[in-house]
């Protein structure tokens, strides 16, 4: 170990004894000592100081007497407090923090060696495990700061408020490119999950690239589609952006007009903020280090929606005993990446054949496939329902009913907009029925 180390190691513990409450001025953990002796005494000393006990030579010495696993070196030189150098105790921390991350990161190191040499291909998935293990590191050095006083918390707050009375008190995430679903949820909101979940057919893809080609054109939109290629995707959002039939995009069938409003249409989609990615064995940690990878190159200003496509097919970073708890697994990580990179994740999802035997085929929150830690994870879980799809002659025709039924922050709501599935075009009706 370096002078320097040794040195703030052997005395922090004896400065802390003499004045016990510099322990709120610094953010140390008894695993960033490298001697471990130090380490347990360190542990012991802010032990009794978080239950408000008493902190003297006499009581630590009480504490550490009897261990075995603390020498009579490493006990003396720890509560003799005339090596006290209360006024270093910052910069002791501050040596000892260092020299954790440099172990940390070392250690880290042999890792992805490990990974490397062990991996029997070097493929996205390896990469994801070895973004996690860098990662792991960088949130290792930042020191979490803790509860905060009111008084931090009200500037930011009004000017939070004096945004929402800006968008008449509703929209506070991204447009969704839905007036009337800005109108009952907010918009995408940071630090959110939405749940946007149907049976096939219902219009999932076009109300996921709708909303993202929405957001995109003021904050920035990432999707990771599971199920789709590139192609695919481009087809539907050229076609939706052209106003043309997909049929005819898909097949190369576009007469001159036609082929005019489609170059256009490419020429503005290419100036979105738009984000793809469609590796079919996606997981989780992909998905986050992925998205952790990306933000670090956007503009921090503007807010982000990662939409996923869809929930029950991509993979858990760590597998489950049975499917429910591996579908469970998923929707937490997924919350936990919205909540821990402030970007709202927007996941579809399927639901239950179930549905489909019922006379009401309307999706009720008991329909969620798989897993019902989904519902309980998710701010906001919307349906989607086409009544024309199930009956032909039903006068909702072209209407899709996006059935808001679970909305934590705000009401519950039933939204009615027009979808055009051969154009995967979504226009708003303005009607919402609470």
């Known amino acids: 170990m370096p002078n320097g180390l040794i040195e703030a190691e052997a005395l922090i513990n004896a400065s802390l004894i003499q004045q016990p409450d510099l322990i709120d001025e610094i953010s140390l953990s008894y695993e960033d000592f490298h001697d471990v002796q130090y380490g347990t005494i360190y542990r012991v000393i802010t032990w009794l100081y978080e239950k408000g006990k008493t902190i003297s030579p006499i009581t630590v010495l009480e504490k550490i007497v009897r261990r075995d696993d603390i020498d009579d070196e490493h006990r003396n030189t720890a509560v003799d407090i005339t090596l006290a150098q209360t006024w270093a105790v910052k910069d002791m921390a501050r040596i000892i923090r260092e020299a954790s991350m440099r172990r940390k990161a070392i250690a880290a190191g042999h890792k992805l060696l490990e990974v490397a040499n062990t991996a029997e291909r070097i493929d996205d998935d390896t990469l994801a495990e070895c973004q996690r293990i860098i990662d792991e590191v960088i949130d290792g050095g930042e020191q979490d700061e803790g509860p905060k006083h009111i008084a931090e918390l009200v500037q930011p707050y009004w000017d939070a408020v004096d945004e929402r009375?800006?968008?008449?008190?509703?929209?506070?995430?991204?447009?969704?490119?839905?007036?009337?679903?800005?109108?009952?949820?907010?918009?995408?909101?940071?630090?959110?999950?939405?749940?946007?979940?149907?049976?096939?057919?219902?219009?999932?893809?076009?109300?996921?690239?709708?909303?993202?080609?929405?957001?995109?054109?003021?904050?920035?939109?990432?999707?990771?589609?599971?199920?789709?290629?590139?192609?695919?995707?481009?087809?539907?959002?050229?076609?939706?952006?052209?106003?043309?039939?997909?049929?005819?995009?898909?097949?190369?069938?576009?007469?001159?007009?036609?082929?005019?409003?489609?170059?256009?249409?490419?020429?503005?989609?290419?100036?979105?903020?738009?984000?793809?990615?469609?590796?079919?064995?996606?997981?989780?940690?992909?998905?986050?280090?992925?998205?952790?990878?990306?933000?670090?190159?956007?503009?921090?200003?503007?807010?982000?929606?990662?939409?996923?496509?869809?929930?029950?097919?991509?993979?858990?970073?760590?597998?489950?005993?049975?499917?429910?708890?591996?579908?469970?697994?998923?929707?937490?990580?997924?919350?936990?990446?919205?909540?821990?990179?402030?970007?709202?994740?927007?996941?579809?999802?399927?639901?239950?054949?179930?549905?489909?035997?019922?006379?009401?085929?309307?999706?009720?929150?008991?329909?969620?496939?798989?897993?019902?830690?989904?519902?309980?994870?998710?701010?906001?879980?919307?349906?989607?329902?086409?009544?024309?799809?199930?009956?032909?002659?039903?006068?909702?025709?072209?209407?899709?009913?996006?059935?808001?039924a679970k909305n934590r922050n705000g009401s519950t709501a039933t939204i009615n907009v027009a979808y055009f599935k051969d154009k995967q075009r979504i226009i708003g009706l303005s009607g919402v029925s609470q």
């Not at 969620?368 to 909702?396: H, K, M, T, W």
Request: aromatic share 8%; net charge neutral.
């Open 165 to 404: 009375m800006k968008n008449k008190g509703r929209k506070r995430g991204a447009d969704a490119g839905i007036p009337e679903f800005n109108y009952t949820v907010g918009g995408f909101v940071p630090g959110w999950m939405i749940v946007v979940a149907a049976r096939p057919s219902m219009g999932k893809s076009a109300f996921m690239l709708h909303t993202a080609m929405a957001a995109s054109v003021n904050d920035y939109a990432i999707v990771y589609s599971v199920e789709m290629g590139e192609d695919s995707l481009l087809d539907r959002v050229s076609a939706a952006e052209a106003d043309l039939h997909m049929y005819d995009v898909v097949n190369g069938r576009l007469k001159d007009d036609d082929y005019a409003l489609f170059v256009n249409a490419l020429a503005r989609l290419e100036k979105r903020n738009v984000y793809i990615d469609t590796n079919a064995y996606a997981t989780t940690g992909y998905i986050r280090s992925k998205t952790r990878r990306l933000l670090r190159k956007l503009d921090p200003s503007k807010r982000v929606v990662v939409f996923v496509d869809y929930l029950q097919i991509i993979q858990s970073s760590s597998k489950g005993r049975s499917r429910n708890e591996e579908i469970g697994q998923i929707s937490q990580e997924l919350k936990a990446m919205a909540k821990e990179l402030n970007v709202c994740v927007v996941a579809l999802a399927q639901l239950n054949r179930a549905v489909d035997s019922r006379s009401d085929k309307r999706p009720t929150l008991g329909d969620i496939r798989d897993s019902g830690q989904i519902e309980q994870d998710a701010d906001v879980v919307a349906f989607l329902y086409r009544d024309d799809y199930y009956n032909p002659q039903s006068p909702a025709k072209d209407v899709l009913e996006i059935i808001v």
